[in-house]
């Protein structure tokens, strides 16, 4: 096979049962041959659903993005794909490739086309392309030289540009269920071809259930796992593996976290937090404050976001939560992790605790609406410092009125323009919301 693995995996002159498979990964001898072995994603392959319309031959195979979680079919969806159509399956991945193999592997595409053979091109992690390597792509997928079939973990509304997700059809694939991703477990325990039938392996199904959990969704986690499981199992006198409770352990290690600093799951880690704590929920506000720490999230940004919302949706109801907020991205800076998830869970519990609210935020933006309003509008004259002689002369500081020393300026010099005078950008009315502190209603 060559560098572009130009011949489909399921191809009549490829035979999967011709190449070797000696030294790879379970995940990747198990990878589904066709539909009838593929598990999940039913909303996409079940009866009359668009993809097994189209693995069925119903209709011109269109370019796609699909965009799921790790594990969860993308890759054996593509090369399905472009077997079922006939066409030749070309795959790059976007992390070793450039703008010069795109180019090459489009123009084979063409050649091919010559010939009245179509190809797939299948990009793995399209996220990764920049702008001019995405853009790269459009002519051919545009003309129809190659179609398209795109593999990103990342939302492509903000990962891929306009010009190429206006050329594709996007598709979601699911997290795969902690059932679905047992089946593929049993699936390799009983195949004697490609799977771990050989090694006459018995796991109890708490076992197999404690994997598919530990897995997250993820196929590729599971059987990975599993195979280390099976593989580091001394056989008995009969060749016969029973894997253990503490073999299991040892073989998922940590527990796989869906976190990634760079991506969207950050941010919608970030945004549960931020909205539990709005909503006085001091559990889920824990909960996910140990999903991001865990996970690997830098504690130093999640103090920071502490330090925001302190401000913007506690405010005035609770002066202290600034302080207690600021204490704790302090002593994070100092003394750093695993420690410093003392100080951001006590942060944490303070600011979902305390009353909430949005006074200052949304005066700010009362006034923020003036300001643009009136953004040339001159300071008037009286509020105005008088530096150098020539400035008094003509009338800076005039009028201007020292509150020490006359209490009456307060209420008698107006310090806004003459054209908003009288606004009100900060409410009383709202200034408390919520739960009074240390309330356990």
Not at 63 to 73: D, E, F, H, N
Not at 272 to 287: E, F, H, P, T
């Amino acid at each position: 096979m060559d560098r572009w693995n130009s011949r489909s995996l399921f191809s009549d002159d490829a035979p999967p049962e011709a190449v070797s498979t000696e030294g790879t990964p379970l995940a990747e001898r198990m990878r589904p041959r066709s539909l009838p072995e593929f598990v999940g994603q039913t909303h996409l392959v079940g009866e009359g659903r668009i993809l097994r319309r189209l693995l069925a031959g119903g209709g011109a195979l269109p370019s796609l993005i699909l965009w799921g979680a790790p594990g969860t079919g993308k890759t054996t969806l593509a090369r399905l794909l472009a077997d079922s159509s006939g066409q030749r399956f070309i795959a790059l991945s976007a992390v070793f490739s450039g703008v010069k193999d795109l180019r090459e592997a489009i123009q084979q595409a063409k050649t091919e086309k010559r010939y009245g053979k179509r190809t797939v091109l299948f990009i793995d992690e399209i996220h990764r392309f920049n702008k001019s390597q995405q853009d790269a792509l459009l002519h051919a997928v545009e003309n129809g030289t190659v179609t398209l079939i795109g593999a990103t973990t990342e939302n492509p509304s903000f990962e891929v540009t306009g010009a190429l997700l206006s050329r594709c059809r996007v598709l979601v694939l699911n997290q795969l269920s902690e059932d679905e991703i047992k089946t593929i477990l049993q699936n390799a325990l009983r195949d004697e071809e490609r799977g771990l039938a050989s090694f006459k392996a018995s796991i109890s199904d708490q076992l197999l259930d404690r994997i598919a959990h530990s897995a997250g969704g993820d196929a590729r986690v599971a059987l990975t796992a599993l195979d280390a499981a099976v593989e580091s199992t001394a056989p008995d006198a009969n060749g016969a593996r029973a894997v253990t409770e503490q073999t299991v352990i040892e073989a998922l290690g940590r527990a796989h976290y869906a976190y990634d600093k760079g991506g969207e799951e950050h941010y919608n880690l970030i945004s549960a937090l931020i909205k539990s704590l709005r909503n006085s929920d001091v559990d889920a506000s824990l909960y996910w404050l140990a999903r991001m720490i865990e996970g690997g999230a830098d504690p130093i940004f999640i103090a920071r976001r502490l330090c925001i919302l302190a401000s913007e949706d506690v405010g005035l109801a609770d002066p202290q939560a600034m302080v207690q907020a600021a204490a704790a991205a302090d002593i994070v800076h100092l003394i750093g992790l695993p420690e410093a998830l003392f100080p951001l869970s006590q942060a944490t519990i303070y600011l979902a605790r305390a009353p909430k609210s949005n006074a200052v935020k949304n005066a700010y933006h009362r006034a923020l609406i003036d300001a643009e309003e009136t953004a040339r509008v001159p300071v008037p004259l009286h509020l105005r410092n008088a530096v150098t002689p020539l400035m008094k002369q003509v009338g800076y500081g005039k009028d201007y009125r020292y509150v020490h020393s006359d209490p009456d300026a307060k209420e008698e010099m107006e310090c806004l323009p003459e054209q908003l005078r009288g606004r009100k950008y900060f409410s009383e009315d709202e200034q408390i919301k919520g739960e009074e502190f240390g309330s356990d209603d």
